[in-house]
């Protein structure tokens, strides 16, 4: 599975952007896109995924009400999009894929390029 991530960006603070990953390649019959991000120096941490198959999302606590992942089957596109933006969600965002899924990095086999975004105060 290829992916590739796209939309970042700079912001301010409250506005909005959506980043696309497409997915190409090897499929599966079920398999969960996630979003995570990392500032340099710390983790990578989860954003937020999708269970491709049932459309169920899961979120972390930090962007719970303001980010909402979704997917485009024909397209075989996820998206995030990110509103009332915080300088704090400033990051390098990856999206990935694999058939397990979870909320840890170790879960994913599959990881896109990552796209930056910057958010201004």
């Known amino acids: 599975v290829q992916l590739q991530a796209s939309g970042g960006g700079l912001v301010q603070a409250g506005g909005s952007l959506r980043l696309s990953c497409a997915a190409s390649?090897?499929?599966?019959?079920?398999?969960?896109m996630a979003w995570f991000r990392q500032v340099q120096g710390k983790e990578r941490e989860f954003v937020a995924a999708?269970?491709?198959?049932?459309?169920?999302?899961y979120y972390t606590d930090s962007v719970k009400g303001r980010f909402t992942i979704s997917r485009d089957n024909a397209k075989n596109t996820v998206y995030l999009q990110m509103n009332s933006l915080k300088p704090e969600d400033t990051a390098v965002y990856y999206c990935?894929?694999?058939?397990?899924?979870?909320?840890?990095?170790?879960?994913?086999?599959?990881w896109g390029q990552g796209t930056l975004v910057t958010v201004s105060s």
């Open positions: 999708v269970a491709w198959s049932t459309g169920n999302t």
């Open positions: 390649g090897r499929t599966f019959s079920s398999i969960v």
């Open positions: 990935a894929a694999d058939p397990r899924g979870g909320v840890t990095k170790g879960e994913y086999y599959y």
